[in-house]
Each structure stands twice: as C-alpha cells, then as structure tokens.
C-alpha cells in the first residue's frame, strides 16, 4: 500500500487565478473524494469521483471541479480565486462496492492554499 | 440530511487516565456507519475506529472503544491509557451505507485532545 499522496503541499495564489491540486490515491481503491477544510473546522464535502464519474457533490459552485483517471489519480480544479476559498484541501480514497461494507476512508496529508 | 455535532471543543487528560470525547448525530436513515478520525497537526486524518449501525456490538481497536447508542444517535470515543501521541484534533465522522453513490462523509466541529505529562 502506497497511501494517498497530495501535490502540493503549500500553495499562494492571488484572487481571481486558477489552481490545480493532484492526489494520487491508494493502490487498489476506485473512489476518490476531495473535503475543504478550514481554520479549526471539520471537512466540508466538495465532491466524489467513483469510477472516474463524478456521483456526489456538496453545496460548492460549478467553479469548483474535478477530474479522475483511469490510474485513479484525481484533481481538483478551481476557478475565480475567492479569498474564502484559502483552506486545507483533502483528498481521500476508498474500496466501495456495492452491498460490500465501508470500511473507511484513507486521507492524504492535505495541501494548504492561501488566496490574496 | 445529515448532521454530527461534537460539544466539547477542547478536552485535556492526564498521561495514562482515561478520556471520553462525546458525538452526537441526526439522521433518518437506519443503515450507516459512524468513524472516529484523528487529525495530528501532520494535518493527516487517520482512521481510529469504525461502527457499522447495524452491528449492536460496540467497536473496540487496542485503548480506544466507542459506546453507539443507536436509539439515542450517540456515538462517543474513550481512550483508555492515554499516551503524549494521542494529542491531536478528533473527528466524529458519519456515512450513509447505501451504495457507491452515498460517498459523502459529514463530519463534526472536531475536539482537540490534549495530553499532558
């Protein structure tokens, strides 16, 4: 097992750029979720990749979005830099299927993005 | 949809005492699962311990056991033996079982641990 692995870890962009953030999932696991997570907060649920379809978003404008490839890496994506959008960015992946149990999600180390 | 609140922002323990970090949750589903993660200031959020709600028995994994009070939507962590490692910002963290469509995992305010000589 490789674990999941975030590029990069620090990043400072201006409002109103673009930004682009990789994670590289663990071996085997065929679901990738990205959470935003603020200052002293909990994760907030950007969306999930399952299969390299996209089967579940959470209350985040279209500028946020995402990619998954067939090696099960991923990337999100984000449009029109906000201030507000400056957080901790987690990727997790997981084995689901279908009637099968959850046995969880495996966490990347995050990659923190300041916006000024 | 669904909501997790943990009460207590901060607690602290004595090296080796025994510590209870309480959860709350709010559903309407009946099958689910219920995570305890621990977030280190590596940032990294690691799995401690897994409930699945059909399952009455309560979860255990070395010091740490969780008390899942289906009827009363609780779901608090005890560390037993506490250890300078533990120091750390804990999850209470909820999923719904029913398929690969319900992958969002919505989690509590968070609870920082910490753990003093």
């Known amino acids: 097992e490789t674990g999941v692995t975030q590029s990069p870890t620090h990043l400072i962009k201006t409002r109103g750029q673009q930004v682009t953030l990789r994670c590289s999932s663990q071996s085997g696991h065929n679901t990738v979720s990205w959470y935003q997570q603020a200052l002293g907060q909990g994760p907030q649920f950007i969306f999930q990749y399952y299969r390299e379809e996209e089967n579940g978003r959470g209350n985040f404008p279209p500028r946020f979005s995402g990619l998954q490839f067939p090696n099960y890496s991923s990337e999100l994506n984000v449009n029109a830099l906000e201030l507000d959008d400056s957080a901790l960015y987690l990727c997790?992946?997981?084995?689901?299927?279908?009637?099968?149990?959850?046995?969880?999600?495996?966490f990347g180390s995050g990659t923190r993005l300041t916006v000024v | 949809a669904q909501t997790v609140t943990q009460s207590q922002p901060e607690m602290s323990v004595q090296e080796a005492e025994t510590v209870t970090l309480s959860c709350t949750y709010d559903?309407?589903?009946?099958?689910?699962?219920l995570f305890w993660y621990k977030q280190p200031p590596s940032r990294q959020m690691i799995l401690v311990i897994r409930q699945e709600a059909y399952k009455q028995q309560n979860a255990t994994e070395n010091r740490f056991s969780v008390n899942f009070q289906k009827a009363a939507k609780s779901f608090s962590l005890k560390i037993s033996d506490s250890q300078l490692g533990d120091t750390a910002m804990y999850f209470c963290a909820f999923i719904s079982a029913g398929g690969t469509s319900y992958g969002k995992l919505t989690f509590g305010q968070g609870t920082i641990l910490t753990v003093h000589p």
């Open positions: 997790a992946s997981s084995l689901l299927a279908e009637y099968s149990p959850n046995y969880g999600y495996t």
């Open positions: 559903t309407s589903e009946s099958n689910y699962y």
